[in-house]
């Protein structure tokens, strides 16, 4: 079994910064992915960025250059460092993860990201 928690939500004003971090917990998997998604209030969630166990990262469009994120497999951990946060930001995000040799994923319980002055 795997656990996600999350952490570093908060409220930020809008041209600010935060960065969230995720760590993994368990035994006996082996990383695939760790990935940050989002949900604002009334939208679907969507994917905000992935890193794979190579190093490899994917971010959404038009979140390239705003957000980073990276990981340290030694801890499990994955971080997204958000820059140039606007209004419309604001939503959950979610820590998700990938195992090797399992179609299954794992979710955090969220953290709350709110831009606002």
């Known amino acids: 079994q795997v656990q996600l928690v999350e952490s570093g939500g908060g409220l930020v004003q809008p041209g600010g910064s935060l960065r969230l971090s995720c760590a993994a917990s368990?035994?006996?998997?082996?990383?695939?992915?760790m990935a940050w998604y989002r949900q604002a209030p009334g939208k679907q969630r969507e994917l905000v960025a992935r890193?794979?166990?190579?190093?490899?990262?994917e971010y959404v469009d038009f979140m390239k250059g705003r957000f980073t994120i990276s990981r340290d497999n030694a801890k499990n951990t994955v971080s997204l460092q958000m820059n140039s946060l606007t209004p419309d930001d604001t939503a959950v995000y979610y820590c998700?993860?990938?195992?090797?040799?399992?179609?299954?994923?794992?979710w955090g319980q969220g953290t709350q990201v709110t831009v606002s002055s």
């Open positions: 998700n993860l990938g195992v090797i040799g399992s179609s299954r994923e794992y």
């Open positions: 890193i794979f166990r190579s190093g490899y990262t």
């Open positions: 368990g035994s006996g998997f082996a990383i695939a992915f």
